[in-house]
């Protein structure tokens, strides 16, 4: 077996030693060896030509999705993701595709607290939320995650369960929203109080500022980020794509998820189950379906024939995320730090793992340098997830590795502990790795 891997020539990039030199990178035994101007190849090294090439860390994405099936994985590794950690997850739905589909992936998972499926309804006490979550981080997730945004629980039982992840110093991700207040600028203004100086990640930021309440995504964009730098011991994640990712399961006539429901609403659609069929067939609604090995958009027409053969229980994209929002989220520094951490997709099986797609063009535009990219798409959610040997090219670190064509924007090589896992259009069979709250500190 090949231990050894030389990447020759091209532009090597890392946050957490601030470099940045056209040079070569060695691996050797699943880590970083050595990174210089020259090396000289060992006897028994591959080679991988990287010049004209970016060579940075492998992606780590804080917020995706790919619980229950493998496609997610695929797409993960196609965009140069090496770690992410899925929002909404179940042990018996994550591990069996984590080993099936080998696309070298290091991964977490959160458990959702979701009322009348996980937990008993709206507003679940102290106790009941305790035995859940404890029994969630047995089960090997990485901690838990509140999806108030679209299901809604009372602002009281979310303030008891970040105080619960609190004290068993497990990972705690909100999706803004209550009983109270909607998945919105609202929203994320109530999570700030109730979280008050307790760790929370707040997730996809962005997605709070559509303009739903004051008409102007801009400058709810500002009041997002105010309310960020109200929360001392927050960290959080903000996505670039202008396609959002939501259930379009209808019960009782009505669409379950709240988000779904602003985003007819956001179109001029009724608010029912006649209304997400005219949006479904219009193709303000996107259905999410399978091609080969990767979940797509689906035109209308086919869109709307699988929303029927699947009686409403798909994903759904709608185009509600404003770019400038987004853009001003993403960038925005205060003291000469970002005030959202980390960049994000919100993606996996969502079709939307844009961060190079989107990200490396705001470099070109001047909006980050590229090692501020660097940074904000590997080092900062590395550090959030506590992976202390993630999303860097420091010496001794996994060789988690992603060679990305400047031009294109995509990646050419996505390498695993100094596994090949994807080129040019290929997937090469690499074993994922789980991260959990048990397995912490090995
Ligand atoms: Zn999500």
Redesign the pocket.
Known sequence: MMNKLLISGGRIIDAADSFDLIGELLVSNKKIAECSAKITKPASAQVIDASGKLVIPGLVDP?I?VSGDEPGYFMLARAGVTTALD??GFSEEIIPYLQSSATGLTLGFLFPLSPGRTVSGTNPDKNELRKVIEKALNNKAFGIKIISGHYPLTPEAQHKAIEICNELNCHCAV?AGSTEKGSNIEGLEELAELAGDLPVQV??VNSYCRGQITGNPIEEAGRALNVLKSMPNACSESYLDVMN?TSGRIENGVPLSNVTKNCLKAGGYQVSAAGLENAVKSGWARVNGIRGKEIVLLPPVEGYEHFKAKNSDVMLSFAVNSPGAAIGIATAQSGGRFIVNALST?GGKIPRNTTLAKALPLVRFGAFSLLEFVEKACLAPAKMLKLENKGRLSVGADADITIVDPDTARAEYVISGGQIVYHADKFFEVPGTLFSYDGRGN
Do not use: E, W
Request: charged residues 10%; contains cysteine; aromatic residues 0%.
């Open positions: 917020h999705h929002l909404c999706h997730a996809h990712g919100d």
